[in-house]
């Protein structure tokens, strides 16, 4: 998981960029994205995967292998986190 709080309402602004992907089609698919509840999904799976890291808002991310931790910056100007030992991830 990665806490991505800092930038939660950058990626609201995104999504909210393309809205016109999420509208439904009076003739068009009726398919997850443009169902009204869609957005309360993304937020509710967002505040889901923050609880894991301890954090409002997470997103998953699946590697097939280990990832570097140096590979993703800290926020600017964010105190260095300490991470917790291995298998303590709540």
């Not at 806490?3 to 909210?16: L, N, P, S």
């Not at 509208?23 to 443009?34: H, L, W």
């Not at 923050?50 to 699946?62: D, I, K, N, T």
Request: without cysteine; charged residues 15%.
């Amino acid at each position: 998981m990665i806490d991505i709080t800092t930038v939660w309402e950058r990626k609201q602004a995104a999504i909210a960029a393309y809205a016109s992907q999420f509208q439904a089609v009076d003739d068009g698919p009726q398919t997850a994205i443009n169902q009204t509840s869609f957005s309360r999904f993304l937020e509710a799976r967002s505040i889901y995967f923050g609880a894991m890291v301890g954090a409002a808002h997470g997103e998953a991310f699946y590697s097939p292998g280990p990832i570097a931790l140096n590979l993703f910056p800290e926020p600017v100007n964010a105190p260095p986190r300490k991470l917790p030992a291995y298998g303590v991830w709540r």
